[in-house]
């Protein structure tokens, strides 16, 4: 097995063939926060974003900062180790690319150039939208704005909105609207059973508007910093990503949970209830969104940041302990998951530490293995083997 944090500096290497950016470029970046604000800059996007998003990013806490930076990592992962999730991914982009690529002299393998692009796009965007569901520092102006787009739907009803959705489950481009007004007005519907802003919905819409603005113009341009713009990226690419962000955080009801079930039922989500081993989200079928959900359960920083942070001073890089202490093996379309196996520091003040890798190796890995039932089907299985997971991708 194989530490996460040294396939991570590998991917961040611009010389490791398979590395992580889409354009020939390195934001040399010390934490989370500094890698999204140095790759939205490089990838032209600083002079929309800064003024709104990048901004508003510094107010996102340091877990969720370095989480979207290990998910967008992770992601790049599984997509160069898992033959046949890459392939999958690849026969999806060929469909929805209209034989348009993204160009680029470094880079011959034009699927794989077009998935780091979409890739980029859907992790640095994916919680943004965090800053209207729990902070109260973003401005009022703004949380009411996007409360009136999600009421009235006009985005999700939007044209433009509506291209290349085909890899989206067909159930969840139809409810996805009413699930989150749901969320704005039933407290029932939420946890902590009060009303918010769903903010897959936030970032998806956030993500639209601006990019809608950025590639405007209906022909291709390459600017100045070489890079392109223009409505064939907006069309192929920019709107397959922003679907995919908006549905990941839509959950789906068990149906062996009765309670949940009965509460999906009432409200009119009944095809939202599926049957354990039968998911709605198919990796054959929606490799993208499948990637997003299964990258963001698994993902380690964000599952132990706060169990780190009751063991070291706050002056720690936290991220850096759970990522040198997580480790996986790809085999066959297999991965193998090992967090904390090995485990080992004198500074742990608050807990024993056989019990604190204990808990982490044996309770975490099924919690794990429970909160991705919502992804298992015949082409995905989870498996828990002593303190390993397994996950099989066929």
Known sequence: MKKLSCFYTELQDPNFLNNCYYYDHTPKAKNGKD???????????????????????????????????????LGVLLYNNIKLLREKTDEMIKCISDNYHIESKR????????????????????DFGYLYEDNSRLSKAK???IKEKIQSGIDFKNQDMNKNNIYIPSVLQELALYYFQLRLICPVFNYPRE???????????????????????????????????????????????????ACHNIWLAEQEDKQNELKYRAFGLDKLIYTRGKSIIDMHEHPLLFLLCLVDT???????????CCC???????????LDNSYVEFDNNTLTISSFANYNSSNCNFVKINDFSRELTQSHLNEIKNSLSFLESDHFKVSIDDTQLCLCFS
């Open 35 to 73: 890698f999204i604000e140095k790759y939205l800059i490089r990838s032209g996007k600083g002079s929309l974003l800064l003024p709104e998003m990048v901004k508003f990013g510094l107010c996102l806490s340091k877990m969720r900062c370095e989480h979207i930076k290990s998910a967008f990592l």
């Open 107 to 126: 880079k011959p393998e034009p699927e794989r150039l077009s998935f780091l692009y979409m890739w980029y796009l859907i992790c640095l965007y994916h």
């Open 143 to 145: 949380k009411t704005e």
């Open 195 to 245: 009303t918010c802003i769903d903010h897959g919905a936030a970032s998806s819409l956030d993500m639209f508007t601006i990019l809608k603005e950025l590639h405007s113009k209906e022909e291709m341009t390459q600017k100045d910093d070489g890079l392109w713009y223009g409505r064939p990226l907006f069309d192929n690419y920019v709107i397959p990503s922003v679907w995919a962000i």
């Open 298 to 308: 698994i993902e380690p920083v964000k599952k132990y940041f706060n169990k780190v």
């Open 312 to 322: 070291y001073s706050l002056k720690k890089n936290n991220a850096k302990i759970i």
